[in-house]
């Protein structure tokens, strides 16, 4: 039986870290609101058939959401956590998926994922029994931190990856796991606290997480230099 895809932005995070008053997942970027870019960078697959963004429902009206002709679709049903809101549209599902189709769960404000790093992840997980994430293996030399601010120790690297998003998972296995516990700040970790083990798909560097206003820079020169390449003749 052919499994269905879909994804999940959960976006009502209020981006405290970011320092604007307006939540930074509606910041511009280029022009448009940097949710608008992460919408977009999954509709770059015609696999991933409907996208719903979960906000809160004073933010509703903020988006025209007659320009997506249906595949995007709110959610007015945001939670206080990540984890929450993503078991909130989970539940919101019910009914539409079945347990074995695949939900991608992607950052609301991670706006540079390529169309390459999307298919790779679809690519490799489409048949695989539970399901996995874009990651990319730790170059930097890791240092933890004492106390007092200074080095305390340095941390191993090898086999060490840092997760980024979609997160790609059964919607059956995916509600069951956070129906267990809210705690985890992502949905591998949540998979893997009910004994899953999520494959790790190659990422990319590019695939950034706007955290602070130095992040959006560097997406935006992301966007622009692919673009000028989409251009090259």
Not at 159 to 178: D, H, N, S, V
């Amino acid at each position: 039986m052919m499994s269905r895809c879909v994804a999940i932005l959960p976006a009502g995070g209020s981006g405290a870290r970011f320092g604007t008053a307006c939540p930074k997942q509606f910041t511009l970027l280029r022009g448009q609101m940097l949710l608008v870019h992460s919408i977009q960078s999954l509709l770059q697959d015609a696999r991933v058939e409907a996208v719903y963004v979960v906000l809160a429902p004073e933010h509703q009206a903020l988006l025209d959401w007659t320009q997506w002709e249906g595949r995007v679709r709110p959610l007015a049903q945001a939670g206080p956590t990540r984890a929450d809101t993503v078991l909130d549209a989970l539940e919101a599902l019910r009914g539409e998926l079945a347990a074995h189709d695949w939900v991608l769960v992607h950052d609301a404000v991670r706006p540079c994922l390529s169309r390459e790093g999307l298919s790779r992840l679809l690519d490799t997980l489409m048949e695989d029994a539970v399901g996995g994430l874009l990651a990319v293996p730790v170059a930097d030399t890791l240092k933890r931190q004492g106390g007092d601010g200074r080095v305390q120790d340095t941390v191993n690297r090898e086999g060490l990856w840092g997760a980024q998003t979609p997160q790609m998972f059964r919607y059956g296995m995916l509600l069951q796991a956070l129906q267990g516990s809210r705690v985890h700040t992502d949905e591998s970790s949540a998979m893997e606290a009910v004994g899953h083990a999520p494959l790790l798909v190659m990422g990319e560097s590019t695939n950034i997480k706007v955290t602070y206003p130095a992040d959006a820079s560097l997406a935006e020169w992301i966007l622009a230099a692919r673009e000028k390449l989409q251009e090259a003749p």
